[in-house]
């Protein structure tokens, strides 16, 4: 063909050019950016966090690559036996975040059946690597990644048995605690008003059963103190002085009697 043939031809190429992107970029405006339906995967609630991504760039893929978890935050924890007695759904439980030092309350959801079998929950944190749930229970320390709770039952084969406890907290956990160890109080008994409270080991019970602690006063001089006990929590337990005797705090009792 003629040079002008060509020139033109070349026009009309580069002015429908002009008019196509025009059209793609009205197109992405109206329906956004255009991906593979591969590279992409519908949940059926929000929100959904990634837990684990089990593979790197340039090597082969095998198994679950992805795993999502929909839905807020569960929290489980585990009770000995001795410590589960009393505890029944419904009862009031502070969930404390030792790391931010927030404390978020909540409702016992269920009280499983002692068990020594592992606990269903797994901690898979980005990247594959894989730890053991996070726990507590009536005060007692969460469980440590890779390991069952310091100081708590255990939780492998031939293990201790435990009780299991599923939480539901009063408000939405943040995404942060996803994984952490946290520590749960059951909140058994609850005083309605501030009371004096001594250490559980202060309490002498007689054979009559009644109880009292042993006051020491700045000389080194002693003096039984009969007391009604209360609500206990932490290892504290509150006291009413009984028949008139006195007790205030501040006072110095003796532990271990």
């Known amino acids: ?17 002009t008019t196509d992107q025009a059209a793609l970029a009205k197109a992405r405006a109206v329906n956004g950016p255009m991906v593979p ?8 609630t929000l929100p959904a966090t990634v837990t684990a991504v089990n593979g790197t760039v340039g090597s082969p893929a095998s198994g679950t690559l992805l795993s999502l978890t929909s839905g807020g935050l569960a929290v489980t924890g585990q009770l000995t036996p001795t410590q589960a007695a009393g505890v ?3 009862m009031a439980v502070e969930i404390l975040a030792e790391d931010t030092n927030t404390t978020i309350p909540g409702t016992i959801a269920e009280v499983g059946a002692p068990t020594t079998a592992p606990p ?8 594959g690597a894989s730890g053991g749930g996070s726990g507590g229970g009536s005060g007692a320390p969460g ?10 039952p255990g939780n492998g084969p031939g293990g201790q048995s435990y009780v299991p406890l599923a939480i539901t907290p009063n408000a939405p956990l943040p995404a942060a605690m ?36 042993t006051r020491v006063d700045a000389a080194g001089n002693r003096t039984t103190v009969p007391v009604t006990t209360g609500v206990t929590a932490d290892g504290m337990v509150a006291v009413t002085p009984a028949d008139g005797a006195e007790l205030r705090v501040g006072d110095q009792v003796v532990v271990g009697k």
Request: net charge positive; proline share 9%.
């Open 120 to 127: 269903a929950g797994k901690v898979i944190t980005l990247g």
């Open 88 to 90: 029944k759904p419904g």
């Open 37 to 44: 339906a591969a590279h992409v995967l519908f949940v059926p």
């Open 1 to 17: 063909p003629a040079a002008g043939d060509l020139d033109q031809q070349l026009a009309n190429a580069r002015k429908q050019l």
């Open 143 to 152: 469980g440590q990644p890779g390991g069952p709770a310091a100081g708590a």
């Open 178 to 213: 996803s994984g952490k160890n946290v520590r749960l109080t059951v909140l058994k008994d609850k005083a309605g008003a501030p009371v004096t409270a001594v250490p559980v080991a202060a309490i002498s019970t007689n054979a009559a059963g009644r109880t009292s602690v």
